[in-house]
């Protein structure tokens, strides 16, 4: 069974600092990998996702995920936060050919500190 | 197009009363979803259909029907409502379900439905 893990539910850093989010999944076959913002009182959005192209995926906003198979890590980062980053992130994993079932990690609330 | 709509946005049930959830999509697309958005659990898939006339369980489906009559309608119903189905519920689609190429295609999200049952 696919399952995804995301380290620490909580980030806080700094303006200007380095975002680095950490998933890792389980999946039996190849997947597909996304991650997902979600900005309060609202729904997610696609930040990014790879599907089995470039091992390095770029993003919207600046974010940008590698996928690295032999560490089974799809870890999300952005080199300088932006107090408009804060929002809480979602990784979430899908089988090739059922692309549209995504499972989803407990997610991760990023802080921005001034 | 207004994308995934959801309705309503908040709603306070007593236990044991029924309601239903309302998602419509205006995208044409074939697949829909419902998921359950958990503190700390992230969000878990309850059912999904991948066309109309179509529906599967998924992760966590005791406790909800859904029915697929038309491709832009896919309502969650609660037959009997229940403290532990407290949550936020979200709706959400995508074009094509049986695409094995999923470059172009990502999940529309509706802007969620919080319910409270006491």
């Known amino acids: 069974a696919q399952s995804v893990t995301q380290l620490g539910s909580h980030v806080s850093v700094s303006e200007g600092a380095l975002v680095l989010l950490r998933c890792n999944y389980s999946s039996s076959v190849p997947p597909y990998l996304f991650w997902y913002v979600q900005y309060p009182n609202q729904g997610l959005q696609l930040l990014l996702k790879?599907?089995?192209?470039?091992?390095l995926v770029k993003g919207i906003n600046g974010f940008e995920a590698e996928f690295k198979k032999s560490e089974t890590s799809f870890h999300l980062t952005k080199p300088s936060a932006h107090m408009s980053d804060a929002a809480e992130y979602f990784c979430a994993v899908s089988e090739m050919d059922s692309s549209y079932k995504l499972i989803f990690g407990s997610g991760t609330r990023l802080l921005v500190r001034p | 197009n207004a994308g995934v709509t959801q309705t309503p946005k908040f709603q306070v049930l007593k236990t044991g009363q029924s309601m239903t959830l309302q998602c419509a999509q205006d995208m044409n697309h074939e697949y829909m979803s419902w998921y359950r958005q958990d503190p700390g659990m992230g969000l878990r898939l309850i059912h999904y259909s991948v066309g109309a006339g179509i529906t599967d369980q998924g992760e966590v489906p005791n406790g909800y029907n859904v029915s697929r009559s038309t491709t832009e309608d896919f309502p969650l119903r609660l037959l009997s409502a229940a403290p532990s189905q407290t949550s936020v519920y979200f709706c959400?689609?995508?074009?094509?379900?049986?695409?094995?190429?999923?470059?172009?295609?990502?999940?529309?999200f509706g802007s969620g439905t919080q319910l409270s049952v006491l």
């Open positions: 790879y599907t089995s192209a470039a091992t």
């Open positions: 959400a689609s995508s074009q094509d379900s049986r695409k094995r190429d999923a470059t172009n295609e990502k999940l529309f």
